[in-house]
């Protein structure tokens, strides 16, 4: 189904700290904390985004606020329409990245399932090497 309606995402930086070998890495990742609909045009929803970069606050720092606070906030306007903001209160700080897009193609699960496998496929399907998954998708040429 195709679809005309206009989206702020909000990106989130999740951060992970891993010891390896007595090596501290910090593991660095992108994910869609949210999407807001926005009832309007383009100029409307890049408008939100705009409210967003200047005003969400993440969760891992709404947690840990006391009432009045206020983080300190950076936000880049990048040249293709994206904000990246840098949030820093007292000893912790994230990043986050708002986007507007436009929803273009919507699909939902089938509701027809494969049926569940008994013991016996279980245990023949553990004991020998995993089917082939689907052919991988390839751009049409």
């Not at 700290?17 to 949210?34: F, M, S």
């Not at 309007?40 to 969760?59: F, I, K, R, S």
């Amino acid at each position: 189904m195709t679809t005309d309606e206009w989206y702020v995402l909000i990106e989130e930086d999740t951060r992970t700290t891993r010891n390896v070998d007595g090596v501290v890495l910090k593991l660095h990742r992108w994910t869609l904390a949210a999407s807001h609909p926005v009832n309007g045009t383009e100029a409307q929803a890049l408008a939100t985004a705009e409210d967003t970069a200047l005003h969400y606050l993440p969760a891992i720092l709404a947690r840990h606020a006391r009432p009045g606070d206020t983080p300190a906030r950076r936000a880049f306007l990048t040249a293709d329409g994206a904000w990246l903001v840098h949030l820093k209160q007292r000893h912790r700080e994230c990043h986050l990245r708002v986007t507007t897009a436009r929803l273009v193609h919507t699909q939902e699960e089938e509701g027809t399932q494969a049926p569940r496998k008994t013991l016996k496929e279980k245990i023949r399907h553990t004991l020998k090497s995993p089917e082939p998954s689907r052919t991988p998708w390839t751009p049409k040429t």
